[in-house]
């Protein structure tokens, strides 16, 4: 079996795959503080909680965007499986071309998401990760990542508005009512998903006029995305472990 670890600013993603199927998936806390003896011990009590015992693991993928965590993780992987997992860093065989002005700054989490799509999904393809970031992902019809857009997260976007704004109560954006509040708490969420939706849409007209295609598939992953979709006026299919998924490719490419 194969650990899959996806390190974002929030959570970080654990899959367990047997084969291309999917054993077990849940979700850690980031913590930047812990080290990776702290990391293997809570990892291990959630495996072994899904009747997964660690001594299975033949191997282990990491896409990290907290840099002062991967090698933490890095460490922790090693523990649990006994081999050196697989970073990916630049450099790292994906089968991905990446067709923008420095493939190095692109992230691991866009990288694998991006392979993920390439693999599964009629092209070209556009992919909403909804996470802690808002990101846009193009691939083209050759299965070339063509860059993407990046934009402040939903949950982001709420605590900003109630940080900075003194007579905005902090809510949960799960509240959402009608696009037009009367209310704060309805004006407030209106705004955020709603808006959010809204720019999903806007930006998949946008994206597509500039490259000259016409997107055959919507896809969105990312830890708030289902409550943004129901919202939009496109179809998207949502696909909770795109990232891991595409770790699990680009493992299997480096035999």
């Not at 922790?76 to 991905?96: C, F, H, M």
Request: glycine fraction near 10%.
């Amino acid at each position: 079996m194969l650990l899959t670890l996806d390190v974002g600013n929030s959570n970080i993603s654990v899959g367990v795959w047997e084969g291309e199927k999917l054993r077990s998936s849940a979700r850690l806390a980031t913590q930047r503080a812990r080290t990776g003896d702290q990391y293997a011990v809570e990892l291990e009590v959630m495996l072994l909680h899904r009747g997964i015992a660690p001594t299975k693991l033949a191997g282990a993928a990491i896409s990290s965007v907290v840099p002062e965590l991967t090698g933490a993780l890095a460490a922790a992987a090693e523990q649990l499986t006994g081999v050196r997992p697989l970073v990916l860093l630049p450099g790292v065989k994906t089968g991905l071309a990446l067709r923008v002005d420095n493939p190095a700054q692109v992230g691991a989490d866009i990288v694998a998401a991006s392979v993920a799509a390439k693999e599964r999904f009629p092209l070209p393809c556009l992919i909403a990760d909804l996470g802690t970031a808002t990101k846009l992902i193009a691939i083209d019809g050759d299965g070339a990542f063509r860059g993407c857009a990046i934009a402040p997260g939903v949950g982001i976007s709420l605590d900003a508005l109630s940080a900075q704004a003194s007579q905005l109560p902090t809510i949960s954006f799960d509240a959402v009512g009608k696009s037009v509040g009367t209310n704060t708490i309805e004006s407030m969420t209106s705004g955020v998903v709603y808006g959010t939706a809204a720019m999903l849409d806007g930006m998949a007209e946008r994206m597509e006029k500039e490259l000259g295609v016409s997107f055959s598939t919507l896809a969105a992953t990312g830890g708030l995305a289902d409550g943004i979709l129901r919202h939009c006026k496109r179809a998207f299919i949502y696909e909770a472990n795109l990232v891991l998924d595409g770790l699990r490719i680009i493992y299997g490419k480096q035999a």
